[in-house]
């Protein structure tokens, strides 16, 4: 796949910023996002909070390439934008770092997931089934318990009013949390449903 290279001058206030940017899709090239988080990069200035002008137009759909808004190699843009404060830096300093060990956990899920599909699929002798589902329970117990943890965690903070990008961020990770606690709920019904199965069928030989 060949890659796209443009080279743009963007102002912001006072200070010019050259930004180079490549698109990865040969047709489409960069797109209005790229130049966005580069700009973010350089400046300071959340993408929430940007306001990119070419040609006296404001560009609103991030996902538009380039090149079909007229922009070619060596354009001139005009970037309007607040900085966040260093206090709403460091709300959301607190919100990536929670956003981490939401990340951790998650993983912990996946491989009980994963596991309870090996185990379904009849890789472990029947007779230690039983013991491995108590296992991957608690497991699941524990990710759950976790999550809730963060939650209580996110809820704690108090962002203000007009950090957008900290509001933002937050309430993404409040769903995220959330679906990641509806999905330990489904796991936890699923190797219910297994053990009662398993032992259901123990009572049917032993009788």
Not at 93 to 99: A, C, Q, S, Y
């Amino acid at each position: 796949m060949s890659t796209q290279t443009i080279t743009v001058t963007v102002a912001y206030g006072s200070t010019k910023h050259s930004i180079t940017l490549t698109g990865e899709d040969d047709v489409k090239g960069p797109i209005v996002k790229d130049l966005s988080d580069a700009l973010t990069k350089a400046t300071g200035v959340p993408q929430t909070s940007q306001k990119l002008i070419f040609k006296g137009k404001s560009l609103k759909d991030v996902e538009e390439s380039l090149s079909s808004v007229g922009i070619k190699e060596g354009c001139k843009l005009m970037l309007i934008g607040k900085r966040n404060s260093p206090e709403e830096e460091t709300e959301l300093k607190k919100l990536k770092d929670i956003e981490k060990s939401v990340e951790q956990t998650a993983k912990k899920l996946e491989k009980v997931d994963g596991e309870l599909t090996g185990l379904k699929n009849g890789f472990l002798a029947k007779d230690l089934q039983a013991e491995a589902l108590g296992k991957l329970d608690h497991r699941v117990k524990i990710a759950a318990e976790q999550f809730m943890k963060i939650l209580e965690q996110i809820d704690a903070m108090s962002i203000p009013e007009n950090y957008n990008d900290c509001k933002m961020k937050k309430k993404g990770l409040v769903k995220t949390v959330q679906d990641f606690l509806a999905q330990c709920d489904k796991i936890e019904a699923c190797i219910s449903d297994h053990l009662s199965k398993i032992q259901s069928k123990n009572l049917a030989l032993a009788e």
